[in-house]
């Protein structure tokens, strides 16, 4: 049975996803793993403000999403400065964020953003995976909001 980060790497590379941006953190720990057995080249960066910008120009340099992956709450919203340029300018990007466990949300556990209510005026579609059978659509469907109409994150 494959995890849901291993699962969430097939579906990068299921949509042709080369190169990903980001800051690595233990609440995605799983797609850390999956991608040291992947070709997606992955970049470290320092800072989440800092990789976000660096997927937001893969994005305007290639036209196909650039790829964000932080860890959650500060990491989730210093990434928010690379979203908003990306939705001013029109550039294709998906943000992954880790999350708390489902057991202890809405009980302002260590870290806890709402991520729907923070990035819902700055992103197209904001939504959270909360069933791995899911991750093969709802990827595929980030790629396809990020990159229809007006491109966005």
């Known amino acids: 049975m494959r ?9 990068l590379e299921a949509n042709g996803v080369d ?4 800051v690595p953190g233990e609440s995605y720990l799983a797609v850390l793993d999956a991608l040291h057995d992947s070709k997606i080249e992955t970049v470290v960066c320092r800072q989440e403000g800092g990789a976000a910008m660096m997927a937001d120009c893969y994005g305007r340099l290639s036209g196909k999403p650039g790829i964000c992956f932080v860890t959650r709450g500060p990491g989730a919203t210093n990434a928010s400065a690379g979203v908003h340029i990306a939705r001013q300018d029109s550039i294709p990007l998906i943000l992954f964020v880790g999350q708390i466990g489902r057991g202890i949300k809405e009980r302002e556990a260590f870290q806890e953003v709402d991520y729907k209510a923070f990035y819902g005026s700055i992103a197209k579609w904001v939504v959270e995976i909360d069933d791995a059978a899911r991750i093969p659509e709802l990827v595929t469907r980030a790629f396809a909001v990020a990159t229809s109409g007006r491109p966005g994150p």
Do not use: K, S
């Open 3 to 11: 995890t849901g980060g291993q699962l969430i790497v097939d579906a």
């Open 19 to 22: 190169r990903l941006y980001c």
